[in-house]
């Protein structure tokens, strides 16, 4: 697929360049190196943070497709292509998935295609985060993906970049208006905190790229709306289902938070399916709305349909019910939604 052409200039530095040089990529200009050096010079271990930002984002994937079973991925900003792009990651776990990336780079939308000449499930298009209206109506990501079953939305490292003035709340919420039921989220954000080494950053950021804007946890934890934040909620990046061996306790790691919410299930009226909202204590349940298994662990009513035949054709397959091939009768390290003894009588207790 082609992407639509953009105008270029190699004397103005661009996001996804700059990225590029910190992860030691060649793909960037003179102009990009520039923003990138003084960077370096201020916060020396700055590429460390980089690279854990790649890492969170591979550990997400490995999450929404391996996991939870998603086989359709959005990835707004999605940046130049390198080593285990997220379109890799996801296709070794179901080959079936389809990825559509989306960013406004001319350089990453050429090399993007060159790279994706003969892929049949992995998809390049021209647009911009703050522009929610155009992408939900860009007839390729029309196309390329089922909007009436789950969508995994990715927003890595771009959130930071859409001023307070732009309104970043009312530009994510339009696209979660649009996100079908059981899809999910994730975002990863640079953090404003009292370390003046943050600050640093981002000034020099909004000096060398035009923009920047730093945020809370909690402004950040807005940003997912009325999402259901999924274990371990929004945490620091190296705290994101970490998998060893990763170092955790560098300063620059505490600069930036990663975190992944759910767009709850619609609910059926009186469906034995269903948990309920409220439990007999007035207290809400963890897992209000999700679709319980049945006797033979298989998802009832509730459960997502098989995919339209046509150009975004999948496998059938039902979210949630699929961790790895089986439904967990026990508890993980994570706290998830796996089924746990006590807490299924307790929801027994409330339905009698």
């Given at each position: 697929m082609t992407a639509a052409s953009a105008p270029f200039d190699a004397s103005k530095p661009h996001?996804?360049?700059v990225y590029d040089y910190l992860l030691g990529g060649k793909d960037n200009f003179a102009a990009d190196r520039a923003v990138g050096e003084r960077m370096l010079a201020s916060i020396p271990a700055v590429q460390l943070g980089v690279r854990a930002q790649r890492d969170v984002l591979g550990r997400v994937v490995r999450y929404l497709v391996g996991e939870v079973g998603l086989?359709?991925?959005l990835d707004i900003g999605s940046?130049?292509?390198?080593a285990d792009n997220v379109h890799e990651i996801a296709q070794r776990i179901d080959p079936a998935t389809r990825v559509v990336y989306l960013d406004n780079d001319p350089i990453v939308l050429s090399h993007a295609e060159a790279l994706l000449a003969d892929d049949k499930s992995t998809f390049v298009v021209n647009g911009d985060l703050r522009d929610p209206a155009g992408i939900l109506t860009n007839p390729?990501?029309?196309e390329h993906l089922d909007w009436e079953q789950p969508i995994g939305l990715l927003m890595c490292g771009i959130l930071h970049y859409v001023l307070d003035k732009e309104h970043p709340g009312d530009v994510v919420a339009a696209l979660y208006r649009?996100?079908?039921s059981g899809s999910y989220v994730f975002i990863h954000h640079l953090l404003s905190t009292e370390d003046p080494a943050a600050a640093?950053?981002?000034e020099q950021m909004r000096t060398g790229l035009g923009r920047a804007?730093?945020?809370?946890?909690n402004e950040v934890r807005a940003l997912f709306g009325g999402l259901e934040l999924v274990a371990p909620g929004l945490v620091l990046v190296p705290d994101w289902r970490p998998e060893p061996p990763a170092i955790r306790d560098h300063p620059v790691l505490e600069m930036a938070c990663a975190g992944v919410a759910r767009k709850p299930l619609r609910r059926g009226p009186q469906s034995p399916y269903v948990s309920p909202a409220v439990p007999c204590s007035g207290r809400s349940l963890p897992d209000a709305g999700r679709p319980l298994p049945d006797a033979g662990g298989r998802l009832g009513p509730v459960a997502h349909s098989p995919r339209k035949t046509g150009p975004v054709a999948h496998t059938?397959?039902?979210v949630g019910a699929r961790v790895r091939g089986s439904w967990h009768t026990s508890p993980d390290r994570w706290g998830s939604w796996h089924t746990h003894p006590k807490r299924d009588a307790k929801k027994a207790e409330c339905r009698a």
């Open positions: 996001v996804a360049r086989n359709q991925l940046g130049l292509p390198t390729d990501v029309r649009a996100l079908p640093v950053l981002q804007q730093f945020r809370t946890m059938p397959h039902t």
